[in-house]
């Protein structure tokens, strides 16, 4: 009787067990199934987790394009330093196109490009039918600073043509690629100040060229050119050819750079300190338009918000691929183009949540 009652306790308690390892079981209580990132709310990440916890990786891939400079430009470099990022953090591919500020801002508005790398003067200029454009150009912002872009008129020690802006009216001109903001600038600016424009260049004697940074460089040091203008950061790579064969020689703007910022609010001035480049002993005043990352005024709110989140907590990796972002991509300066772009609300929304706005 005895053993019969061992016998019945112990199978009551082998069926009470759970299973043991290397088994399966079925946990008690069944996972919460989560929204896929693209489906979650933009407004606030879930509760059990802290921001830096969030996970904003995108589980279907998205696309986009991006219009940036000819290759080997800041723009391209930058461009092409961050879209691995984007990749790698939020499952983002950017391609990368080559492109110019004017052309680039227009692609934007038009549909033809996702993001654009072009200049808060666009947006100044595009949104009152100013400039280059003869209507209004609506719908473009911007999401971040790239560089304060300066404008470097150029020559050689050699070349003593050109000893200021006006002297270009019957010289060998290189201007920068067609549809830069370079030219926009210059072309008004020349034309304004002192009636100087390409038609009137030829026709005294001189000759127009447009053409690429490196391109230009390398026209000055082969004497195919007098006189050069460059856009972009400081010192210029390209620029920095010329320093000692056949040595590099900075053209100053004269006083009236102060009269024409006045009537061109998507200008500004800057001063290059001296010692920028081999043999400039003083500091050089110049125009500057702060280079940005634009895009459409639709694009969605969710996803620019995660670009420009992303970008910035990675900014010192991207610096580490192009000098631009390292010496010039400053979170402190990114509201500086406010005067002649807007900003995009998935962006401001992100400078709110860090406290800039």
Known sequence: MKRTLSLLLAAMLLIGLPAGC??????????????????????QAPASESPAEENLRYDDTQYSSMFTSSPGGDMYNMAAAIAPIWERELNVVASIGPGGSFSNYKAIAAGECTIGFDHQCMHYW????????????????YMAIL?????????????????????????????GAVGSALNVFLLDYLDVMYGITPDTIVANGGSVSYMSDSEMSSALADGIIDVGFAL????????????????????????????YLETNTGWGKIEIPANT??????????????????????????LVYRLTRITW?????????????????????????????ALHPGAERYYKEIGML
């Open 313 to 341: 907590e990675n900014i010192e990796e991207a610096g580490e691929a192009a000098a631009a972002i390292r010496n010039f991509m400053k979170l402190e300066n990114t509201l500086e183009p406010m005067s002649g772009a």
């Open 277 to 302: 480049y081999v043999g400039q002993t003083e500091p050089y005043t110049t125009a500057t338009s702060w280079a940005i990352m634009s895009l459409s005024k639709d694009m969605d709110e969710e």
């Open 126 to 141: 595009g949104e009152r039918a100013e400039g280059p454009f003869d209507e209004v150009v609506d719908g473009v912002s």
């Open 232 to 259: 972009g950061t400081y010192p210029k790579t390209s620029l920095q050819e010329l320093e000692n064969n056949p040595g590099l020689r900075l053209i100053s703007f004269g006083n009236d750079l102060d009269k």
């Open 147 to 175: 560089f304060p872009a300066t404008v470097q008129c150029f020559s050689t020690d050699k070349n003593q043509l050109v000893q200021q802006i006006s002297d270009v009216a019957d010289k060998r001109v290189g201007f």
């Open 22 to 43: 290397g088994g399966s079981s079925t946990p008690s209580v069944a996972p919460v199934s989560q929204a896929p990132a693209s489906q979650a709310p933009a407004s």
